[in-house]
């Protein structure tokens, strides 16, 4: 097995010159911390040609991951959000029969344009109404490796996940049986392939598992850890939008404050990496002054709970609500 062409570093800010990145690549740096076993994981699935499957709790960085790695690579990025009603061949391609019979009603009066190549649709030819969906993208892609996230796998059906595995093994092909094209992803630049997933409907399937490589994404529970994020989060900032980073002390105390709240074990959804972004944003520029760092290191009750807390049962809580 050669070594891969793409290695993940966790740096985004080793991305390649402009002109080496795919059009479809993330234009916006991507603030994103990664710690060594990330890094192993990812250059893992990279090196086995293998989906990794990051699992965790929400807010803790899943999605941004895959985000992170095309930012970094200068490659290809394509996103698949998964519902409930979700079926592998969505990912694939949609195909516009109903445009094709309007375009055959209408021969002779003002034809209709395709938006990608500009000329107008030809209704005998089937191409022209068959659209690639995020999976078909990445399969299309020759001179670049795609990422391609599949977020939130596990909200969709049962069988979904073994459904996937006949699109995800070799020959790595699919058919689109309306045109009758056989769609087969390079076998040197086979995606990069990014699953999340929440566990709302439990294990996933075990044939699927063992397909995947598996990765646990745990919340940042130290102190330098959030640190660190809170640093790239308002270096990019500071690039975009002129912020500038909270003061030390501030960040220090929220920090504590946080993750205090963290390991109350009375919450019933404890707040993740998102909602301390926020909330810390609050702090420093809500109001024409910081939060008073003190007020906020000594009292019980949390300011802009709102942010923090996103179910009932927690924002009501009286330890941290005004009495």
């Known amino acids: 097995m050669h070594a891969p062409k793409y290695i993940f570093q966790g740096n985004p800010q080793n991305r390649p010159a402009p002109e080496k990145c795919h059009p479809d690549s993330p234009t916006e740096l991507e603030p994103y911390i990664a710690d060594s076993e990330l890094i192993e994981a990812v250059n893992l699935a990279i090196f086995l040609k293998r989906p990794l499957l990051i699992e965790g709790e929400a807010g803790c960085g899943k999605t941004r991951l895959a985000v992170a790695v095309a930012y970094e690579l200068g490659l290809p990025f394509y996103r698949w959000d998964i519902r409930s009603t979700t079926?592998?061949?969505?990912?694939?391609?949609?195909?516009?029969?109903?445009?094709?019979?309007?375009?055959?009603?209408?021969?002779?009066?003002?034809?209709?344009?395709?938006?990608?190549?500009?000329?107008?649709?030809?209704?005998?030819?089937?191409?022209?109404?068959?659209?690639?969906?995020?999976?078909?993208?990445?399969?299309?892609s020759r001179d670049y490796q795609a990422v391609l996230l599949i977020d939130e796998i596990d909200k969709a059906d049962v069988d979904f996940p073994n459904d996937l595995l006949s699109i995800l093994e070799k020959p790595w092909k699919f058919v689109i049986r309306e045109t009758g094209e056989t769609i087969e992803a390079n076998q040197e630049q086979l995606p990069?392939?990014?699953?999340?997933?929440?566990?709302e409907k439990g294990s996933l399937p075990t044939p699927f598992l063992r397909r995947c490589l598996y990765h646990y994404l745990r919340f940042p529970s130290q102190p330098e850890e959030l640190?660190?994020?809170?640093?790239?989060?308002?270096?990019?900032?500071q690039q975009t939008e002129a912020i500038e980073i909270p003061k030390s002390d501030l960040v220090k105390v929220a920090i504590a404050k946080f993750l205090e709240i963290r390991a109350d074990k009375s919450l019933f959804k404890h707040p993740g990496t998102s909602e301390f972004l926020d909330w810390l944003a609050a702090l420093d520029h809500f109001k024409s002054k910081p939060y008073p760092v003190t007020a906020l290191q000594q009292q019980k009750v949390i300011p802009y709970r709102d942010l923090?807390?996103?179910?009932?049962q927690d924002w009501q809580n009286s330890d941290y609500a005004p009495s």
């Open 87 to 140: 079926k592998v061949q969505e990912g694939l391609y949609e195909y516009d029969a109903i445009l094709r019979l309007h375009d055959v009603q209408t021969q002779g009066l003002t034809p209709s344009i395709n938006p990608k190549t500009g000329q107008p649709r030809n209704p005998q030819e089937p191409k022209d109404y068959r659209e690639f969906r995020p999976l078909g993208q990445a399969f299309q």
């Open 192 to 199: 990069i392939i990014i699953i999340t997933s929440n566990k």
């Open 227 to 237: 640190e660190q994020i809170v640093n790239a989060h308002y270096q990019q900032k």
């Open 308 to 312: 923090v807390f996103k179910l009932r």
